[in-house]
């Protein structure tokens, strides 16, 4: 976009060390690697009265704003009647439009006959394009990446095999599946990846006139949830702006409201793995099979994926590990076969499809382990097997940021440049091994814990020790610990916090608050990643049958809570717009 107007009185930027800064018209220039125009008389055109200066990616002037420039003052302010008008129609079409949960148990029972409209922002969120873009150029790397550490088994046995399948009983569970299923010959190599990677907007220093940055918070490998439902608000906030409910000093193009394709990449994803079995084991009559909790009070956010799957003649049944234990058996050649009431025969499955069994609460009863390894030993493709849920422990997160260890997953689906795109979006992790370096890390986390938060090998949000609790928090861990035994300390890792900017607010609505909450926000953006890939015994890559990036999610939340997870009532689901 060219700039023509008549000449300012310049003065080149007299700071040669650092960012160079000046104002003209308002932008502030910051530029540490590539010269600015308006700092080097020498790149200065004059021609005749007019003065050109010319912005030669627009995309890179967005990405030197300030921050300041790049996050407008949000939200628009709103009238009392304005605000009851935009509440009304928004939840209105909330609940016409299946963006419900069904509401929080009470006395233990969560109605299977009533729902609640779910957790939303009134208004898309500001996220700077380029960091958006950022994070979808990365999320193909990021897939191939996990899908070839599932692959290693060598990889996983050190990782794993260690100290943190020793301490920590969940993933020991999971690891003793992984090695039992590879010691009888595993059936079926193909693995259905349905991932999310979340990050945070990153301001490392008070400084408002340097750029801000993405780093990653986790890498989702199971149960990758709401794929459906952030679809949805992404349809709500473009109708409230597209009907004229928005007021016009929000000043929201269309354009800058990405499209949000999650919902059908997963559930074409799925589907691709559903025809890919029935071509594989030359049958036409398989069924899907969601593993799902009991209670599920996100089932909408599934069952939009099972409609959709219907539309595209992919039968799907919904079934907790207890069912699965009733009503499903291995046949001699480990096909899984489904009896059920409604079908006069059994049906085979094709692929199982986890929205549960990421947690130890989902195994509270010996057969829903067994019950789990009965899936694992089938010929059903899964989402995901036992080794993909592996990968996505913390600790092999920590283990990747070590220097050279990404370049031990360099392939023809991941380069050079492709892993120091990746590093750049890395916050410092830390182990906490038995060791003098392991010590030296817990020392760190007493001495500074208002930098930290201590992280287990956990899924579903909740599970976090944050700051000042880490101290006390290692006390408990250290007492418990036996000599001989690996220590407590080792199923967790140390993690850097990020720091989000502080200028965010939106207004967040939920379920019997009467009104929208304005406050200071923070907000996380996943990106969905779907694979398709085999892991050939013996292999140490993964051969990529498909793959492709799938629609983003935008959980926003309160500035003073630290967890984020919208099912457990932190978080908002919410939509990006692009500045």
Known sequence: MPWVSSPPSLTPCARPAGPRQHKYQGLLCVLREVDCSLCQASRL???????VMIL??????????????RLPEWPPSLTEEREVALLHEAIDWALSNGLVLRPAAVDNEVSSTTVIHAPFSLFPTPFPKTLYEQAISVQGSYSALYCAIASNADFLEKVIGGAVSKVDEFQGKLYEIWQQVRADGQEQTVTLGIFRSDYLMHAPTSDAALPLEIKQVEFNTISSSFGALSSKVTSLHQHLLHSGYYPSSAAIDASALPRNDALSAISKGIASAHQYYQQQQSTKAAVVLFVVQDPERNAFDQRAIEWLLQEMSVSVRRLTLAQVRQQCSLTDDKRLLL???ISAGPREISVVYYRAGYGPADYTLAEHWFTRLLLERSRAVKCPSVALQLAGAKKIQQVLTEPGMLERFESEHLDQRQIADLRRTFIALYSLEEGTEGDQNEQLARDQPSRFVLKPQREGGGNNVYREKIPPFLDELNKRDRPGQPKGREGYILMELILPPTEQKNIMVRTGEGKG??????????IYGISLFDSKPGSKQADMISSEVGGHLLRTKGRQDDEG?????????DSPFLV
């Open 45 to 51: 055109a004059t021609h005749g009265s007019h003065f």
């Open 56 to 69: 030669t990616v627009s995309l890179s002037a967005v990405a030197k704003l300030s921050r300041s420039n």
């Open 339 to 341: 009896r059920e009431p």
């Open 517 to 526: 909450l304005l406050g200071d926000t923070v907000s996380e953006l996943g």
């Open 565 to 573: 997870g919208v099912a457990v009532g932190f978080s908002v689901i």
